[in-house]
């Protein structure tokens, strides 16, 4: 990549999601010296997780190297590190032992998991924010019905076939939606003991509905869809424990070896780094120029800034919303950079909101408009082909689901890397090691329906 022009101003991005590479890609060819960091060298399309986890998409097909993605950007160079705080007299950028100076800063680091104040149950109840995280719960899922097919005790039998996601958010409905196809569909001729499609799928939902920002009626047909694939919705649901026993819903115990977590996330530590206010999620609070009071060099986007809607509520944590801020920031740096006339506060052009409920169904809102069943499939199908990086990308998820309407199978159903076992369970290999899971930092910002950044 480039080499540094000391007249240029730096720019410094945090987090290489839909948000930072969108300023960084907005910022190409702009007399600025870029450096993105990350702790990952990929981009991921967080949406299509879930699809990864129930082997639908291997990794490979929802990520792609920072590094090729800005490969012909002379004016950017990627650092591959953990940012660990800012120091704002300074103006650097603290990661490890390394300080990285800035002009600008751009805080783009998304969201995590948030357990409301239960983080013990985060090794018992995985979310779905990074590709570890997917591979882990694929891992689980498929194990699951392996160790069932061996298992001689019908109670164990049973418990290694209950499945329960907690959150009825568009990941949890996404994710009960395609682990009932798994069982009913692509696993179902796979075994001769077990019969998958006698798998219980629960999802619980604390809320009186499923997809509560979407329209009632969008709900009541997402309800009735994961019904027709036999998934046990319970609504007004809340968790009250999670243990390696399994979870209790309510005064019900529900014993699972399989637990995914779809109920919350909050945001990232960028608030603590910064010494500024943030609301109870984490979130940045922002001017209408999406930059930090008092730090007109410092901008928070994404999920982690509280950046208020057109209607007063925080605007969502999808990729619309995240690529539409990268822009916006990256759009002023040049104004200032020329001084243009002031440049007008961000606002948020609404694309829609998108879920998935299994093959072939989904629902969509924009505005007054709603669309559901097939239709509402093939939308949301070409959105999310449409936001995936790279030509590669967009192709083989585009066979994938090709072959997967066609056959119903799923070919991806690797149990890679033997599994770590769950704590309080020994693995029937001897291992008895504890499940591990990806360690809760901050909270990130609230989730919300549609395309997740």
Known sequence: MGRSNPANPRVVIVGAGFCGLSAAKALSGARFDITVIDRHNYHLFQPL????????????????????????????????????????????????????????????????????????????????????DATKVRARILLAFERAENEQDPA??????????????????????????????????????????????????????????FDPTLSAKALQALKHLGVDVRLGAAVTACDASGVRIGSEHIPTETVVWAAGVMASPAGAWLGVPTDRAGRVMVGPDLSVAGHPDIFVIGDTALVPGSDGKPLPGVAPVAKQQGQYVAGLLRARSTQAKPHAA????????????????????????????????????????????????????????????????????????????????????????????????????????????
């Open 156 to 213: 164990l039998k049973q418990r290694l076939l209950n499945f329960v996601i907690v959150g009825g958010g568009p990941t949890g409905v996404e994710m009960a939606g395609a682990i009932a196809e798994l069982a009913n569909r692509a696993l179902a001729k796979d075994f001769r003991t077990i019969d998958p499609r006698s798998a219980r799928i629960i999802l619980a939902e604390a809320g009186d509905r499923l997809l509560t920002p």
């Open 49 to 132: 997780l879930y699809q990864v986890a129930t082997a639908g998409l291997s990794p490979a097909d929802i990520a792609a190297p920072i590094r090729s993605i800005l490969v012909g950007q002379s004016n950017a160079t990627v650092l591959l590190a953990t940012v660990s705080g800012v120091d704002t007299e300074t103006r650097e950028v603290v990661a490890g032992d390394r300080r990285i100076p800035y002009d600008v800063l751009i805080i783009a680091t998304g969201a995590q998991h948030a357990y409301f104040g239960h983080d013990d149950w985060e090794p018992y109840a995985p979310g779905l924010k990074t590709i570890d």
């Open 346 to 453: 961000f606002r948020y052009r609404d694309f829609g909101s998108l879920a998935t409920i299994g093959r072939k169904l989904a629902v969509m809102q924009q505005g007054r408009f709603k669309l559901s069943g097939f239709p509402a499939w093939l939308v949301w199908s070409v959105a999310h082909i449409y936001f995936l990086i790279g030509f590669r990308n967009r192709l083989m998820v585009a066979l994938h689901w090709l072959w997967n309407y066609v056959t119903f199978q799923r070919g991806t159903r690797l149990i890679t890397g033997y599994p770590e076992s769950r704590p309080g369970h020994v693995a029937e290999h001897g291992d008895g090691a504890s499940a591990r899971g990806v360690p809760v930092a901050q909270p990130e910002a609230l989730g919300t329906p549609g395309m997740r950044p």
